[in-house]
């Protein structure tokens, strides 16, 4: 229940902030606004203080267990084509995974096409990633 | 008449901090990080024959926090589009209408050009790539990069993560080639 209602928090604020809208999205790409940058950037800025203060009091979650913030492995390779792939596709669809779900709760059913595509994709890239270079 | 102000989007400063609690929120609830494409890869481990693929061989029910999470992002579109005004639209920079103008969008209105995202688009050229190859290229692209704007953008990089910053810059060179390059040719 508490992860619905984080979830439903975030695709609220994604909605009213317009970070859902394919509009404010190619906007970006084009530079032509702060808006999302600005909630890119301070999103970053929150997250970089929150982390460092659960790191630096050595904080734990709610059911007592020491919080843990794995690093993640760096194998170049991976993150630069598999990033460019997921720009190429971002810059089509207008929205990344997250807010495609919010678009759909808003009742844009048109988006349920992309998402079965993008699990369409995930599938594949499952299956044959062991023959991608990483 | 609703006030004028009810047509601004939530503002940056406020929609992003609140975003970026997202991160410690779901750390401090329990130890989880802030992800959201990995949903579709613990949808495929519940219907694909386990261990038959090892990037699918894993028990997703422990993951089931995820699954629950884009269940609730959903309802929370429904929430926002209850609150939502007759003739709502996106108001965007002139400098960007004159460009998707030229892309032949001139229907401003909602979140997204209905132009382009409708049924009877999806049949021609232009829709299926944007739509079916777009969906596509971002489920294949997040898992193969490791995480979609929500778990490099905001997650990695809160944390640090330089592979982050390096897949986010991925994000933004394929954005951008696509946009510059690609999308003209698609849609104009």
Same mark, same amino acid.
């Given at each position: 229940?508490?992860?619905?209602?984080?979830?439903?928090?975030?695709?609220?604020?994604?909605?009213?902030?317009?970070?859902?809208?394919?509009?404010?999205?190619?906007?970006?790409?084009?530079?032509?606004?702060?808006?999302?940058?600005?909630?890119?950037?301070?999103?970053?800025?929150?997250?970089?203080?929150?982390?460092?203060?659960?790191?630096?009091?050595?904080?734990?979650?709610?059911?007592?267990?020491?919080?843990? /913030?794995?690093?993640?492995?760096?194998?170049?390779?991976?993150?630069?084509?598999?990033?460019?792939?997921?720009?190429?596709?971002?810059?089509? /669809?207008?929205?990344?995974?997250?807010?495609?779900?919010?678009?759909?709760?808003?009742?844009?059913?048109?988006?349920?096409?992309?998402?079965?595509?993008?699990?369409?994709?995930?599938?594949?890239?499952?299956?044959?990633?062991?023959?991608?270079?990483? | 008449?609703?006030?004028? %102000?009810?047509?601004?989007?939530?503002?940056?400063?406020?929609?992003?901090? =609140?975003?970026?609690?997202?991160?410690?929120?779901?750390?401090?609830?329990?130890?989880?990080?802030?992800?959201?494409?990995?949903?579709?890869?613990?949808?495929?481990?519940?219907? =694909?024959? !386990?261990? !038959?693929?090892?990037? %699918?061989?894993?028990?997703? !029910?422990?993951? !089931?926090? #995820?699954?629950?999470?884009?269940?609730?992002?959903? =309802?929370?579109?429904?929430?926002?589009?209850?609150?939502?005004?007759?003739?709502?639209?996106?108001?965007?920079?002139?400098?960007?209408?004159?460009?998707? +103008?030229?892309?032949?969008?001139?229907?401003?209105?909602?979140?997204?050009?209905?132009?382009?995202? #409708?049924?009877?688009?999806?049949?021609?050229?232009?829709?299926?790539?944007?739509?079916?190859?777009?969906?596509?290229?971002?489920? %294949?692209?997040?898992?193969? +990069?490791?995480?979609?704007?929500?778990?490099?953008?905001?997650?990695?990089?809160?944390?640090?993560?330089?592979?982050?910053?390096?897949?986010?810059?991925?994000?933004?060179?394929?954005?951008?080639?696509?946009?510059? %390059?690609?999308?003209?040719?698609?849609?104009?």
């Amino acid at each position: 229940m508490k992860y619905i209602l984080a979830g439903l928090f975030f695709g609220f604020v994604a909605v009213k902030s317009e970070v859902v809208s394919w509009f404010r999205i190619l906007e970006m790409f084009h530079f032509d606004s702060f808006h999302m940058y600005g909630i890119i950037g301070s999103a970053v800025v929150i997250g970089i203080i929150s982390i460092q203060i659960i790191k630096r009091f050595q904080m734990k979650d709610m059911k007592g267990e020491q919080i843990s /913030v794995g690093n993640k492995e760096m194998t170049p390779k991976r993150y630069i084509i598999g990033g460019s792939i997921f720009g190429l596709g971002w810059a089509l /669809v207008g929205a990344c995974p997250g807010p495609m779900y919010a678009l759909v709760g808003n009742g844009y059913w048109i988006i349920l096409v992309p998402m079965f595509f993008a699990f369409l994709g995930t599938m594949t890239y499952g299956m044959i990633r062991e023959k991608l270079p990483h | 008449m609703m006030p004028e %102000f009810s047509l601004q989007p939530m503002p940056w400063y406020i929609a992003g901090p =609140l975003i970026g609690l997202m991160v410690p929120l779901l750390l401090v609830l329990d130890n989880r990080q802030f992800g959201i494409s990995s949903a579709y890869r613990h949808m495929c481990a519940a219907i =694909l024959p !386990k261990d !038959k693929f090892s990037f %699918f061989s894993y028990d997703w !029910k422990t993951q !089931k926090w #995820n699954l629950l999470f884009v269940i609730g992002i959903v =309802l929370g579109g429904y929430l926002a589009s209850l609150t939502s005004v007759e003739g709502y639209s996106v108001v965007i920079s002139e400098q960007t209408k004159l460009a998707l +103008g030229e892309w032949g969008i001139t229907d401003f209105s909602g979140l997204i050009p209905t132009e382009i995202f #409708n049924f009877s688009f999806l049949t021609t050229p232009g829709g299926f790539i944007v739509m079916v190859l777009g969906g596509f290229l971002v489920g %294949f692209g997040a898992h193969y +990069g490791g995480g979609c704007t929500s778990g490099h953008a905001i997650s990695g990089l809160s944390n640090l993560q330089l592979p982050s910053l390096i897949a986010v810059t991925g994000f933004f060179a394929g954005g951008l080639l696509m946009t510059y %390059f690609i999308l003209p040719l698609i849609l104009s």
